[in-house]
């Protein structure tokens, strides 16, 4: 498989998010504390991460990369 991104700093995918961190991890509630429809960013340019703030459509257009966010409907 063929793996296409854009090289943050020291060739990794994220480029600014939380590097202070060892590892990014989020956890997601579900059941009664979830929205009807949230959108998560797989793409690691929003400035809401780990929610979706339309960075991708920027990212897409200058790389002519094509991700999307991850959409989770209650
Ligand atoms: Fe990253 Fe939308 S901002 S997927």
Do not use: M, Q
């Not at 929003?46 to 990369?65: E, I, Q, R, W, Y």
């Amino acid at each position: 498989v063929a793996v296409r991104a854009e090289a943050g700093a020291g060739g990794g995918i994220n480029p600014t998010i939380r590097k202070e961190e060892e590892k990014v991890v989020d956890t997601v509630l579900t059941g009664e504390l979830a929205k009807p429809l949230t959108a998560y960013c797989r793409c690691w340019r929003s400035g809401t991460f780990p929610l979706c703030d339309g960075a991708h459509v920027k990212h897409n257009k200058a790389t002519g990369d094509n991700v999307g966010p991850l959409l989770v409907k209650k």
